[in-house]
């Protein structure tokens, strides 16, 4: 379903500049790599008890409107478009990312 498509694009045009501005053909799933794999360079203004991960809501919601979309990649068996009740949740979703990072919510520290 195109939404969804565009729920992502949107995710990902949000975040690049943030996740990895130095990479022009980055993808939602290549910041969720570069989040897992240096979330010490992350933050987010969520308050966060001691001990917790302050940048793991962010990749848990950019994972799950990642891996919701089964349809993006060719496969060898046939993939189907995502319900409308997926792509809905994924626009919701990818508004609330979005939201997030063009609200410095969610920054890269120096």
């Keep these: 379903m195109r939404a969804y498509s565009e729920a992502i694009e949107a995710a990902e045009a949000a975040a690049h500049a943030i996740v990895q501005p130095n990479k022009p053909r980055a993808t939602l799933g290549t910041m969720i790599g570069e989040i897992n794999n240096a979330r010490h360079k992350f933050a987010t203004t969520l308050?966060?008890?001691?001990g917790n991960d302050p940048?793991?809501?962010?990749?848990?919601?950019?994972?799950?409107?990642w891996?919701?979309?089964t349809s993006r990649h060719g496969r060898q068996e046939p993939t189907s478009p995502e319900a409308l009740e997926a792509a809905r949740a994924a626009v919701h979703l990818a508004a609330t990312i979005v939201q997030w990072f063009v609200s410095e919510a969610v920054i890269r520290l120096p």
């Design 67 to 69: 891996q919701g979309q």
């Design 55 to 65: 940048v793991a809501p962010v990749e848990a919601m950019m994972r799950a409107l």
């Design 47 to 50: 308050s966060t008890p001691a």
